[in-house]
């Protein structure tokens, strides 16, 4: 199993967490998170992977720092 830091942002936050460290298989990938914490991926706006941008296809490795963000809306 690998250890990964999730951080969740603005509304992703209602009903889960803020800040939570889990265990995943090797081989995960941030689309897996994404699915399992029950986050809509269309809602998705930035994933950051150690600070920097990544895709959902973005495989994980242990002591990864992810942060989720949902999209942005205004005008």
């Known amino acids: 199993m690998i250890q990964v830091t999730v ?14 460290i889990r265990e995943y298989p090797p081989a995960t990938t941030v689309g897996d998170v994404v699915r399992d914490l029950k986050v809509p991926e ?22 990864d720092s992810l942060s989720i963000f949902p999209l942005v809306g205004g005008g």
């Open 42 to 63: 269309a809602e998705v706006g930035i994933l950051l992977l150690n600070f920097v941008h990544v895709n959902l296809q973005h495989q994980l490795a242990d002591g």
């Open 7 to 20: 951080k969740l942002f603005a509304s992703f936050r209602i009903g889960r967490f803020v800040r939570e």
